[in-house]
């Protein structure tokens, strides 16, 4: 028997209290799951695979003065002397690193009609020698490397005749075909496609082309170069201290910045959404514990107004299970009006913060789960209030006032 | 100075309609000593209510120093309690964490005496009851009878036209219960009106008039005086 | 009465000391949210130049071909000028003061070769940038103006640079070895460091100010890179800085400085007759093709300075004060029940309902005061929690007057509305129900 509706007409002769309960409630239910939502996206976007060996991979700048730098002797160099180095497996004279925040892109189509009539992709755009895939580290699927021949150094305009794309970028351009051999287009050219590797990141990780790249056999020649080099996990660190000296003892003639993991730039690209999942984690566990100590409160009053009842009823033979059943009843009723309410209040918000702010809806499954949360919530909370009123003693019914 | 003509008042539930009233009339003249009795559930505690105007009534008229109060809203009828009315109660309702001084302090504020005033009235009421020693003193170190003196005192600080009584020796043991009926004559020979509720025939003889509820009217209204007399004669 | 009911309120303070403190804690816990989170938000779209934000204006060109746009903003406006176009534009008198700006670095090349050279971020702009940003010389002062037509090695560098290299002497005179080449100094700014960078919201808008600043006319002659944006919408072989500075990338900026609407609006009319004159050499040939002027506020929002993730956070805290404050709410009716007794005293001797509602009023004042100042306190550490999380936001993380006030208004005002219904409650309370009559 669940005296649903003996509790019902009781919880209605203390509606403000009640109603103060289940706002609290709702507002919580609507703040924890549109939170949960946002920090469910972050996390999502920070866990999407790279593509990388990033556990191996460093960068660093080199920005030549010297008056007389020969720039594409110095970047072979450069490049030849780090390959070398112990612990190292790999190197490249790169034109941007991936998810460091900082790049180039342009606009590629499949056909010059569809470039005039602006029908293009935005896709990043990474420049390197043969080495650039074994250094990166990323899965050649389909086709073939460059070879060194095809490279092109230059400091002008690059017009390179082939490339290597990702497989999100392939299958975007050509969805139903093989793409290589097929070519793109861009402004002052095109280029066929000899290779596709399976994943890469490029360098702004809130773009939505974040993972379309096209790799081109070329080397800029500017005073301003990076260098991306992959070396063995173990010996990274010992690397990464020694490189500038190394560089600075071939060539004094510039100055060696920003020598940074592929760790770190991932940490920093993403410092800002880690911050504030933890903010909203906070927020979330606040208001849940707070909720919880509000209903603390309102079971406490309820069950202090109620002592001379209990006590009648323990005399008339309810047992100790009863009258606990009796308020988790109680709680569960309001809990149930203030999701319900919550609910509502979830999903505006949601519409609100999508229209606002472009975040993505909640999908349907957090609401249930939230419901639940704030069930078990409210059950924990009544359990003390509640076994402290089935300890009231039914000799309390013959007292008088 | 006080008339009540025909009060009604009926209590309603859903279920249920109480006349806690019905067709009560009363008059009381400056001066005089009035105990108002009756069994419990007779309306007693309906008459002091409505007569220190802390409820309405549904019929019938209050008029006081010839003022109709039926008419006022809470604020007016707020200060004319304030003014008009010392009430003493059965279990004191002194306010336990201020001393004496601030307990008769209580109505004058609500009053509006400056500070010098209040002051005076204060150290003045103390003295009639005879506690103007124990002005710092919290209510919990004083006893049961000193108690009701101070609340005797706050009744008086703002002479007050009438003093309403509701049983104000019905927690007190026989000996303070005395001295505190003896205060009260005192004060009433000294010219204040005092209307006293009690279910305490003993108690009523003490005053000069006498009023029997029963089922919400008056049923007696006797001038005890001449069959006292008769009776010690 | 206030007095009066200060100390009453004081009393009931005595007599429920946990109801109290977990009010005070409710309270405090909700505000020391909200302030955090306004804080961070109130200073990122803080005015940085309040008292010349309204005269300075940013320039944007609409120089894209038909149907090229690639801007990302909403709009389709381009956040930077062509070079060719800051040249034409330069050429105006109208502006009190103008200058064009390209961010830039430099390898610094100290004078004793112990010291191994380093990097700095530089800027190239006219000489009227320090006056019309309020920039505060310690030592010498800008180029002089004809510099800005005919270049000159010169520069202005910032106060932690004199201190790197000069022991913070007065440098003026000497020279600066910046990628081999020498530079006169010929001022020392004192720290600058607006939040925002308002004036380059292109390249961080929390970054560091520069250090270096040279004469923007020097862009061709020592062909000075570009550490920002370069866009470039039309298809040109670009092989040499010439055939950059003549063509259509986007890469530098234009600010000017413009007194009264007056002006404004002569300057807006030359932009429009700028775009006519252009058109015959076949540039702005998109219909759309305009010119817009964003003061610094207009800029920051243009730019949306104040990050997404702020404002979500702003209304994420105020639902969290709200439940702190229902939670107020019941702790205050409970608080309140328990005085119920002398309330009915109180009112049988002579207190109206009003005079209770303004006690309890006073009561929940008082609390809420009291709450304020210790969400304040937490604030400041939620304060330092943000400034370890975020690396970039150390202007960011401190409370002037103008947030502590906001934040002991907030307090004050939410408790007084959450008071507002249980002091309505205990003033309608029927006295003689708690006077325990016969």
């Not at chain 1, 993972?211 to 070396?231: D, E, H, Y």
């Not at chain 1, 005399?315 to 809990?335: P, W």
């Not at chain 2, 009315?85 to 201020?98: K, R, V």
Request: with cysteine; charged share 20%; glycine share 6%.
């Amino acid at each position: 028997m669940l005296e649903i509706k003996p509790i019902l007409s009781a919880l209605l002769r203390h509606k403000s209290r009640t109603l103060l309960i289940i706002l609290q409630i709702a507002i919580t239910l609507a703040v924890v799951v549109n939170s949960v939502s946002i920090i469910d996206n972050r996390m999502s976007m920070m866990n999407r695979d790279t593509g990388l060996a990033e556990s191996e991979l460093f960068m660093l700048n080199v920005n030549a003065f010297g008056e007389n730098y020969n720039l594409e002797q110095n970047i072979r160099a450069d490049v030849d002397m780090i390959r070398n180095m112990p612990g190292v497996i790999d190197a490249v004279a790169i034109n941007q690193v991936p998810l460091s925040g900082s790049g180039d892109s342009f606009t590629i189509a499949t056909s010059t009609e569809n470039f005039e009539n602006n029908i293009r992709t935005g896709v990043g755009s990474f420049m390197g020698d043969s080495h650039t895939l074994n250094t990166l580290g990323v899965k050649l699927i389909e086709g073939r490397n460059f070879n060194e021949e095809e490279v092109i150094y230059s400091d002008g305009s690059i017009d390179a005749k082939v490339a290597i794309i990702t497989k999100e970028l392939a299958e975007k351009l050509f969805p139903e075909e093989s793409p290589l051999g097929k070519d793109f287009y861009y402004g002052g050219g095109q280029s066929t496609i000899v290779g596709i590797v399976e994943r890469m990141s490029g360098s702004w990780a809130s773009w939505q082309n974040f993972q379309m790249n096209v790799i081109s056999p070329a080397i800029r020649l500017t005073q301003f170069k990076r260098i991306l080099i992959r070396a063995e996990a173990s010996a990274r660190n010992e690397l990464m201290s020694g490189i500038e000296r190394k560089l600075l003892d071939r060539n004094p003639e510039r100055v060696i910045t920003y020598v940074r993991s592929m760790d770190e730039l991932i940490a920093n690209t993403y410092r800002n959404d880690k911050a504030m999942s933890l903010i909203l984690w906070t927020v979330i566990i606040l208001l849940v514990v707070i909720t919880a100590l509000g209903i603390v409160g309102l079971a406490s009053f309820s069950v202090n107004q109620r002592v001379k009842q209990i006590g009648t009823r323990r005399a008339l033979g309810a047992s100790k299970f009863d009258i606990q059943r009796y308020f988790i009843t109680e709680i569960v009723l309001i809990t149930v009006m203030g999701v319900t309410i919550g609910s509502a209040l979830a999903v505006t918000f949601n519409i609100y913060l999508v229209d606002t702010f472009s975040l993505s809806p909640i999908e349907w499954h957090y609401l249930p789960l939230g419901m639940l949360i704030m069930l078990i919530t409210g059950i924990v909370a009544v359990w003390l209030p509640a076994k402290k009123a089935s300890g009231i003693s039914p000799a309390v019914a013959t007292q008088s006032i | 100075m006080l008339k009540m003509n025909n009060i009604k008042k009926v209590f309603r539930t859903d279920l249920v309609e109480t006349h806690a009233l019905r067709d009560f009339s009363l008059e009381v003249s400056e001066g005089e000593f009035v105990a108002v009795t009756g069994p419990s559930g007779s309306g007693k505690t309906t008459f002091l209510n409505i007569t220190g105007m802390l409820e309405t009534f549904d019929g019938g008229n209050y008029i006081l120093d010839e003022q109709d109060v039926s008419r006022l809203n809470d604020k007016q009828r707020s200060r004319l309690r304030n003014e008009k009315i010392g009430f003493i109660f059965q279990s004191f309702n002194l306010i336990p964490d201020l001393n004496l001084f601030d307990n008769v302090d209580v109505p004058l504020r609500y009053r509006g005496f400056k500070a010098k005033e209040r002051k005076e009235r204060i150290e003045h009421a103390l003295e009639r009851v005879g506690l103007s020693a124990r002005l710092k003193h919290l209510p919990s170190q004083l006893s049961g009878g000193q108690q009701q003196r101070v609340a005797i005192a706050r009744a008086l600080a703002g002479e007050p036209r009438f003093l309403l009584a509701d049983e104000p020796t019905g927690n007190l043991d026989s000996l303070m219960a005395r001295q505190v009926m003896q205060l009260l004559e005192e004060i009433n020979q000294q010219g204040t009106t005092i209307i006293m509720v009690t279910h305490d025939a003993e108690l009523a003889r003490r005053a000069q008039r006498n009023i029997h509820i029963v089922d919400g009217q008056v049923s007696d209204y006797q001038d005890l005086q001449p069959v006292l007399d008769v009776i010690e004669a | 009465m206030l007095k009066y009911y200060l100390k009453l309120s004081w009393l009931s303070i005595k007599r429920t000391p946990m109801l109290t403190l977990l009010m005070v804690c409710a309270i405090g816990l909700g505000i020391s949210v909200t302030m955090t989170v306004l804080t961070v938000n109130y200073l990122m779209g803080k005015d940085p130049i309040p008292s010349k934000s309204g005269e300075l204006f940013h320039v944007q060109l609409y120089t894209y071909g038909p149907g090229q746009n690639n801007a990302q903003t909403d709009d389709g406006f381009p956040y930077q000028l062509t070079y060719p176009d800051v040249m034409n534009l330069h050429e105006s008198d109208i502006p009190t003061r103008k200058t064009r700006s390209l961010a830039t670095g430099f390898s610094v090349i100290p004078d004793s070769p112990e010291q191994t050279p380093f990097m700095e971020s530089a800027r190239a702009i006219d000489a009227d940038f320090f006056a019309m940003f309020k920039i505060p010389f310690i030592f010498g002062n800008v180029w002089d103006a004809n510099v800005d037509k005919s270049a000159r090695q010169v520069v202005v560098i910032g106060k932690s640079l004199n201190d790197r290299l000069f022991k913070g002497e007065n440098s003026v005179g000497k020279e600066l070895n910046l990628n081999t080449s020498k530079y006169t100094i010929v001022g020392v700014i004192d720290d600058w460091q607006p939040a925002p960078r308002f004036y380059d919201l292109n390249n961080g808008s929390f970054n560091d100010t520069e250090v270096i600043f040279v004469p923007f006319s020097l862009l061709p002659v020592l062909e000075l890179p570009s550490w920002g944006n370069n866009n470039g919408w039309k298809t040109e072989t670009i092989n040499s800085y010439q055939d950059k500075l003549r063509s259509e990338i986007m890469w530098v900026q234009y600010w000017v400085e413009l007194n009264t609407p007056a002006q404004v609006e002569e300057y807006r009319d030359y932009l429009a007759a700028y775009i006519d004159q252009q058109k015959q050499f076949e540039r702005f040939q998109d219909e759309k093709a305009a010119a817009k002027l964003n003061n610094v506020i207009q800029w920051m929002e243009y730019n949306e300075v104040v990050s997404d993730d702020s404002s979500i956070l702003v209304g994420l805290s105020f639902m969290f004060l709200a439940v702190c404050m229902i939670n107020t709410i019941g702790l205050l009716l409970s608080k309140f029940l328990k005085r119920a007794p002398e309330v009915g005293v109180r009112r049988a001797l002579g207190a109206s309902r009003k005079e209770i509602f303004v006690q309890h009023l006073v009561d929940v004042s008082l609390i809420g005061l009291a709450g304020g100042l210790l969400g304040l306190a937490l604030g400041q550490l939620g304060l330092l929690g943000v400034k370890e999380l975020y690396s970039s936001y150390e202007q960011l993380v401190y409370m002037d007057t103008t947030l502590v006030l906001i934040a002991i208004a907030i307090a004050l005002g939410s408790s007084l509305i959450a008071g507002l219904y249980p002091a309505w409650e205990i003033c309608r309370t029927n006295p003689s129900v708690y006077l325990k009559t016969q």
